[in-house]
Structures are given as structure tokens and as C-alpha cells.
């Protein structure tokens, strides 16, 4: 994602949905940049702060924020940065949001899940319906549409395969140490054995339907936008 964004030192970037900070904290150490990372989950922003803290980021701020109403005000941002958090929203509401807070000439970054190819009836009963209730999936196209509708041109964008539940992607996502708590606890816990099993058997039969998508615009400034 980052070879999309072309950030420079001192830039104003926004990170939404931060996490547990790994993102902010990276963009702030490789490319010199201040970081707002927000999310609206108070254990991850818990988290998060104590990451940044142990990273000694000065350059990170760990705020709560709902991207479907940002109390940021318009153009605040260089750099919007958003990894798997609009498809949970509103996301007509959000991607608005996300480039109004983005500055004329600036840069949107969205990281978010999609169907690969058109999932048959029981795949997605198996995954919106049993494992991810109430969340549905988009198509690469309706991707770009979204963020064409809220304003963003000369959108670039890659797509692959869902890695989240091998073992690399879940090593880069926990990292080492939850990935080897989170084990523990299955090893231990009969309960988390079963769970884990029921996810895992469900999982690998919708994995080769689901994908992401990387995409990244940029804002028009009142000049291209009259050029256009």
C-alpha cells in the first residue's frame, strides 16, 4: 500500500481503523510523517497507545473516531490510510467522509476485502449468513464506483488473493506474539479448539471465492477539476 502513497516527511496523514497502531507507527518511522491514527474499538485504541508509547512514535496521535462522522475539519489531511473498515459501515457515508477530510491534490488509501469471483448461494450463506453475520462482500468494480461517487480521480488499484487465515497472513496481521498467545489458548481450551475447528472447516471452503483490493486516488484541486 505504501508504494501507492508517495508520502513525504511532515505530511498530515489520517489512519482509519488503526488497529493496534502497526501501521501508524511504520508510516511515521519510514517516511517521517505526523500520523492521527483512529479507531472506534476502545480495546484496540487501549492497544494501540501502549504500541506507540513502546515505539517511543512521537509523531503518532491515538484518537477515538467514527469514520462515518470525523470531527476533523475539511482538508485536514495529506494522506487518508484505511485497512478493512469501510466494508463495516456505511460505506456510501464513510468514503464521503474519507475524502472530505482529505486535502485538494491529496491521496485516499483503502485496503478492504472483496469477491474474487461471483460466490454461489451456499458459499455466501457460509460466509455472510454463519461466519461474518450482517457483512457482505463487494466486487473490485463497485470498489472503484464508491470512491469515483465521493469524488476521487485517476484511482489505481491491485487485487489478490485472502491470505488472512494462512499462517504468513495471520503472522502479519497478530504478529509473533498474540499469534503465539492466541495458540496457547487454543491448545489449552477446549472451547477454543472448537471454535477454531468450526471457523477453520467454513473458511477454507469460501477462501478461494474472497480477496482484497488496494486502491488509491487522489482528491481533485479547483484547478483540475475546471481543466477536467
Known amino acids: 500500500m505504501c508504494h501507492l502513497a508517495g508520502f513525504q516527511?511532515?505530511?498530515?496523514?489520517?489512519?482509519?481503523?488503526?488497529?493496534?497502531?502497526?501501521?501508524?507507527?511504520?508510516?511515521?518511522?519510514?517516511?517521517?510523517?505526523?500520523?492521527?491514527?483512529?479507531?472506534?474499538?476502545?480495546?484496540?485504541?487501549?492497544?494501540?497507545?501502549?504500541?506507540?508509547?513502546?515505539?517511543?512514535?512521537?509523531?503518532?496521535?491515538?484518537?477515538?473516531?467514527?469514520?462515518?462522522?470525523?470531527?476533523?475539519?475539511?482538508?485536514?489531511?495529506?494522506?487518508?490510510?484505511?485497512?478493512?473498515?469501510?466494508?463495516?459501515?456505511?460505506?456510501?457515508?464513510?468514503?464521503?467522509?474519507?475524502?472530505?477530510?482529505?486535502?485538494?491534490?491529496?491521496?485516499v488509501l483503502d485496503h478492504e476485502f472483496i469477491y474474487r469471483r461471483p460466490p454461489t448461494t451456499e458459499i455466501r450463506r457460509i460466509f455472510e449468513g454463519e461466519v461474518c453475520p450482517g457483512i457482505s462482500f463487494d466486487t473490485a468494480d463497485d470498489w472503484m464506483l464508491l470512491y469515483q461517487h465521493a469524488g476521487l480521480t485517476g484511482i489505481q488499484h491491485t487485487t489478490g488473493p485472502f491470505a488472512m487465515m494462512t499462517p504468513l497472513g495471520m503472522v502479519r496481521d497478530e504478529g509473533v506474539g498474540n499469534l503465539l498467545a492466541m495458540l496457547a489458548r487454543v491448545a489449552w481450551r477446549r472451547a477454543y479448539r472448537r471454535k477454531m475447528a468450526w471457523l477453520m472447516s467454513r473458511m477454507l471452503r469460501v477462501m478461494p471465492y474472497l480477496g482484497y483490493i488496494v486502491l488509491a486516488g487522489t482528491k481533485p484541486t479547483a484547478q483540475s477539476s475546471r481543466a477536467a
Open 9 to 107: 516527511p511532515g505530511q498530515q496523514v489520517l489512519d482509519v481503523g488503526c488497529g493496534v497502531a502497526t501501521t501508524a507507527v511504520e508510516i511515521s518511522r519510514r517516511f517521517g510523517c505526523h500520523v492521527t491514527a483512529i479507531d472506534i474499538d476502545p480495546l484496540m485504541l487501549g492497544r494501540a497507545t501502549a504500541n506507540v508509547q513502546a515505539a517511543g512514535a512521537a509523531n503518532v496521535t491515538v484518537a477515538k473516531a467514527d469514520v462515518q462522522a470525523l470531527e476533523f475539519p475539511d482538508a485536514a489531511f495529506d494522506r487518508v490510510v484505511i485497512e478493512a473498515v469501510t466494508m463495516f459501515v456505511d460505506r456510501r457515508r464513510a468514503a464521503q467522509e474519507i475524502v472530505r477530510v482529505c486535502r485538494p491534490g491529496g491521496r
